[in-house]
C-alpha cells in the first residue's frame, strides 16, 4: 500500500464518485456535490463522476488518477465499487474491499464485533419477510424492537416496532431492501455517534432528535428539529468509553480512512455500537465533519485529509 504526498496529489486528476444506483444516491450526490467544491477550493484538480455501470469507461475517458469516494449504500460502500478500482490500479479513499463488505453487511458486522468484545444488541436474523413473520410470537426479547434490512444505510427500511402489528408491517418493508432481515432488541438509551479519522478517536456528538429515533428524515432534512452537541456532554469516563468502542469497531472490521459508528449509552451507562459506516455522509447536516469542526479541522481540510490517506489495499 502507497499512500501520495499531498504535491503528488496536486498534480493528479481527482474523481469524486458520486450518486450511484443504491437506496442512498440523493445523499450520495449532496456528498459528492459538497467534496468536490472543497477540494476545488484547495487547488485540487476534481471531475465528478456520476457512478452507473459505465463507470469504468468513465473512470477511464476522464483520466481519474485518484478516486474520491462519495458514494453510500450498495455498490459503492459494500466493497464493489473498491474492487473495481483495485482492479483499474486507481487508489481510492476509505476503506479496502472486505473491511467495506463487512462493514456494510450488519449482521456479518454484528459477529465480527461479538468476536471481538465489542457490545452490540441482540438480535435474530431472519432469510425472509415469511420466516420473519412465523417468528413474531417467538422473539428472543421482548417488544419493542428494531426491524432493519442487513444491507442498507442511512436508516432505509429501519423501524422501531413496539406492538406486533408494527412488527408485522415493519418486516413487510424492511424485505423490500436488501440483504436478510436483522431484528434488535431496542436498547433505549442517548443516542450518540463517535467517529474514527487514520486510525485515531476523533470524538464523540450527541443527536437529539424530535422524532422517536434518528430515522433518514432526522438525518437529511433541514428544520427537523434534530440537534447536536459537540462534544457529547457525557461524564469522562463514558465519552472515552465511548471513542474506545467505536476505535475497536473501526479496527476489527479493518476500516482505513474515515468511519463513523452508531452507538447508544443506557441509562446505567451501558455502550452498544450499533453499527459502523465506512464511508460517512459529509452533507451539511452529516455528524463527521460536524466531529471534524468540533477538533478544528474545517470541511475543506477533512476532505483534503481523506484525500490522502487514498490508497491500493489490495
Known amino acids: ?34 467534496v468536490a467544491k472543497a477540494l476545488r477550493s484547495l487547488g ?32 459503492g460502500e459494500d466493497g464493489s465499487i473498491q474492487g473495481l478500482l483495485e482492479s483499474l490500479f486507481i487508489p481510492y479513499t476509505g476503506s479496502g474491499v472486505l473491511a467495506s463488505a463487512v462493514g456494510m453487511d450488519k449482521v456479518y458486522a454484528k459477529w465480527i464485533f461479538t468476536t471481538h468484545g465489542i457490545p452490540t444488541p441482540p438480535y435474530k436474523t431472519f432469510k425472509d419477510a415469511t420466516s420473519a413473520r412465523e417468528a413474531a410470537d417467538t422473539l428472543p426479547f421482548s ?34 431492501y436488501a440483504g436478510t432481515l436483522l431484528v434488535e432488541q431496542f436498547i433505549p438509551g442517548r443516542e450518540v455517534q463517535g467517529a474514527v479519522l487514520d486510525d485515531e478517536a476523533l470524538g464523540v456528538i450527541e443527536v437529539v432528535v424530535a422524532r422517536e429515533f434518528y430515522d433518514h428524515t432526522a438525518k437529511y432534512t433541514s428544520g427537523s428539529g434534530t440537534k447536536y452537541l459537540f462534544p457529547a456532554p457525557l461524564p469522562a469516563d463514558q465519552y472515552e468509553r465511548v471513542n474506545a468502542v467505536c476505535l475497536a469497531a473501526h479496527r476489527a472490521l479493518g476500516c482505513q480512512g474515515a468511519s463513523r459508528s452508531d ?19 459529509m452533507t451539511e447536516t452529516s455528524l463527521l465533519p460536524k466531529i ?10 477533512l476532505c483534503e485529509r481523506i484525500l490522502q490517506g487514498a490508497s491500493l489495499k489490495a
Do not use: Q
Open 1 to 34: 500500500m502507497s499512500v501520495l504526498s499531498k504535491s503528488e496529489l496536486k498534480n493528479k486528476r481527482v474523481g469524486v464518485l458520486l450518486g450511484g444506483l443504491s437506496s442512498e444516491r440523493d445523499v450520495s450526490l449532496r456528498t459528492g456535490a459538497a
Open 44 to 75: 485540487y484538480d476534481v471531475v465528478e463522476i456520476d457512478v452507473g455501470k459505465d463507470v469504468a469507461a468513465r473512470l477511464t475517458a476522464e483520466k481519474v488518477d485518484v478516486a474520491w469516494l462519495a458514494l453510500h449504500g450498495r455498490y
Open 143 to 176: 417488544y419493542p424492537v428494531v426491524v432493519k434490512p442487513s444491507r442498507e444505510g442511512s436508516s432505509v427500511g429501519v423501524h422501531v416496532c413496539k406492538t406486533k402489528e408494527a412488527y408485522l408491517a415493519a418486516v413487510e418493508d424492511a424485505a423490500r
Open 263 to 281: 452507538v447508544i449509552i443506557t441509562e446505567g451507562g451501558d455502550v452498544f455500537v450499533l453499527e459502523t459506516n465506512t464511508l460517512p455522509g
Open 292 to 301: 471534524a469542526a468540533g477538533r478544528g479541522i474545517d470541511f475543506p481540510a
